[in-house]
């Protein structure tokens, strides 16, 4: 069989990348990748895998795109197992049907099959917070989505996200984002974050 020539100068790579966690990442990688001419192979939260021909583009302005955009690559398999928890707890919060009756911990312990104490240590280590306070964030973001909506009540809110009651939901609603509910709604625009950067 004849091999195509063309074809042998094209180099693969794969990179399992920071902060790619929204379908607004992959939206930005692509058009990041299409203008320095790299091919997407396959794309998905956290991973991407690209061909590219090394005589017309350098590896290294691949991966200088990627840092300047904040999807740098992660190679050791902590950091990689600490991106995976973070894609995890914002599918469960952001990307699911939230179910009130099952706990955080035991959805991660499920999910990744290691002791809650070791994926949260694992965590902080590499984030800088605590996991709890990271998933209190995402819930309190998601809240903020679902207030702007008006399709629910506070009480239906705080019931699906898993609150015992609204003056628990309003109280570390306050805590996250230093305003009430109530000022919250009066202009929801300036308290609203984009999921990559809630880290904090």
């Known amino acids: ?5 063309e074809r042998n100068k ?27 001419g790299v091919t997407i192979e396959s794309l998905r939260m956290g991973e991407i895998r690209i061909s590219f021909d090394p ?15 904040g999807f740098d690559p992660v190679n050791d398999n902590e950091s990689r197992l600490t991106e995976q928890i973070k894609l995890a707890v914002i599918d469960l919060v952001h990307h699911s049907t939230f179910n009130s009756m099952v706990r955080n911990s035991d ?27 990271y998933i209190i964030i ?9 207030i702007i909506s008006g399709e629910l009540t506070l009480s239906e809110i705080a019931y699906i996200m898993g609150y015992s009651s609204v003056q628990y939901l309003s109280t570390q609603f306050k805590n996250v984002t230093g305003v ?9 625009a300036r308290y609203r974050r984009p999921v990559d950067e809630l880290n904090g």
């Open 1 to 5: 069989m004849t091999q195509d020539p």
């Open 10 to 36: 094209v180099v693969y790579r794969e990179y399992y990348l920071k902060n790619m966690i929204c379908t607004c990442c992959s939206r930005l990688l692509k058009i990041l990748m299409e203008q320095i």
């Open 55 to 69: 005589e017309n583009i350098d590896e290294a302005r691949i991966l200088q795109v990627l840092h300047e955009n």
């Open 107 to 133: 959805f991660l312990v499920e999910k990744f099959n290691l002791s809650y104490q070791h994926i949260s240590s694992l965590f902080s280590k590499h984030v800088g917070i605590t996991l709890e306070k």
């Open 138 to 146: 995402q819930k309190i973001e998601k809240a903020k989505e679902l």
């Open 180 to 188: 009430s509910v109530s000022e919250f709604k009066k202009d929801p």
